[in-house]
């Protein structure tokens, strides 16, 4: 499940602060990415005690994921400070916990109430160190998608299970506000992102069947959901925000598939084409997202599309941070990338001493959290256990 978690803080981070690279031009989205005007370098995050480890998400100076506990015999997620050099296990609200996202203070993610019981969205307090229970809207089940401010949004079921809406939860007030559905109190919805006072996500709608969805546009000040339609055909969804720019992807007239991006000042929406069907996403005026194949980016300004790599193998835009881009390259074996969309930059990560890398998310200086293999414990194998890892920029020599 694709998270998204917005408002990265710019905090102060000493050396992990990236310079500002040498310029280049874009070129055409069949020419070669510009390598080397970063470097990076890899740090091992460590364990809670077991074999294997993975960050998620990262703020500042704050990486969490979750980690394989002593013996392996349970996961918990952690938030490891990159200036202290420490980890810290978050505990459970029972049994196994991952984090999913961090703004600030604030730690989000999902536990395991038992070993065979549901999932429950968690806020941790790292200044407390206090991890609460966000609850549900009163069916057994909620999962975290998004968090900003004080403001924390996701999905959770409502009695008896059969139908599940969005919700957004104060940190406040520690309240859970049920956002409902287009098709009313028995439609079903789902939350994808927040931004300011705007939560964006799917809806089933109004006479129609239950696979059916539009994208929706949630405003917490005025407590109202709009419809943001669709590029002519009977489907739509919304996945994630910036500003007032809400991106997705609709069913056309012709009943195919293309990703959009909708102004929800002016209702202007721009069909962005069948290179943006999946695992779209928006900072500023650029967007991101993927045909199954390959990734590339559109400039909502120029209307300019380029694509984010080689073109070799499949590439997956994890996230966008103004004109940073993160994410993986299966070619055939998949490694971490970084790139830039302003200049064409595009950069493999390292790992640990195996083969392979995975990038999760970037912060507001460019260090980079995800997940990187160790050396392989024989000449047979290319990795061996993945472990939590953050990637450092600096200039190149």
């Known amino acids: 499940m694709r998270r998204r978690f917005r408002g990265w803080a710019l905090v102060g981070v000493g050396l992990l602060a990236v310079g500002a690279g040498p310029a280049y ?14 470097q990076y370098s890899v740090r091992d995050l460590g364990t809670l005690g077991g074999t294997r480890s993975k960050a998620t998400a990262i703020d500042g100076k704050t990486v969490v994921g979750s980690s394989l506990t002593s013996g392996d015999a349970a996961e918990h997620a952690f938030a490891y400070d990159l200036l202290k050099h420490a ?23 999902q536990s395991d109430l038992s070993a065979d019981g549901p999932d429950h969205g968690f806020v941790y307090d790292l200044r407390t160190r206090r991890m609460v229970d966000i609850g549900t809207l009163g069916g057994s089940g909620s999962r975290i998608t998004g968090l900003e401010g004080d403001t924390v949004v996701g999905t959770s079921s409502l009695p008896g299970d059969a139908v599940s809406h969005a919700f957004a939860y104060s940190l406040r007030t520690r309240t859970m506000t049920d956002l409902g559905s287009l098709a009313g109190p028995s439609g079903h919805s789902s939350a994808a992102a927040v931004d300011g006072a705007i939560v964006v996500g799917s809806s089933s709608v109004p006479d129609g069947p239950g696979s059916t969805t539009h994208g929706f546009a949630y405003s917490l000040r005025t407590g109202t959901m709009t419809d943001l339609g669709t590029l002519g055909g009977s489907s739509s969804t919304a996945n994630d925000i910036s500003g007032s720019t809400v991106v997705g992807q609709s069913r056309t007239a012709a009943n195919a598939l293309s990703g959009y991006a909708y102004d929800l000042r002016t209702g202007t929406r721009t069909d962005l084409g069948p290179r943006f069907l999946i695992a779209q996403l928006i900072s500023g005026d650029t967007v991101v997202g993927g045909d199954s194949l390959l990734s590339s980016s559109y400039d909502l300004k120029t209307h300019e599309i380029h694509m984010i790599g080689s073109g070799r193998g499949v590439t997956e835009v994890r996230q966008i941070v103004r004109d940073v881009v993160v994410g993986d390259n299966f070619a055939p074996n998949s490694f971490a990338f970084v790139a830039r969309v302003d200049n064409g ?7 640990l001493g195996g083969l392979n890398s995975a990038a999760a998310q970037v912060n507001g200086h460019g260090v980079v959290a995800g997940s990187a293999a160790l050396p392989p414990a024989d000449p047979v194998t290319a990795n061996g256990p993945f472990h939590a890892a953050v990637w450092v920029p600096h200039a190149a020599e």
């Open 25 to 38: 031009g874009v070129g055409s989205a069949s020419a070669e990415p510009v390598v080397g005007s970063v």
């Open 87 to 109: 980890m810290t296990d978050l505990g459970t609200l029972g049994e196994a916990s991952r984090a999913t996202g961090v703004e600030r203070h604030y730690v989000v993610g």
């Open 345 to 351: 930059d595009f950069t493999y990560l390292p790992s």
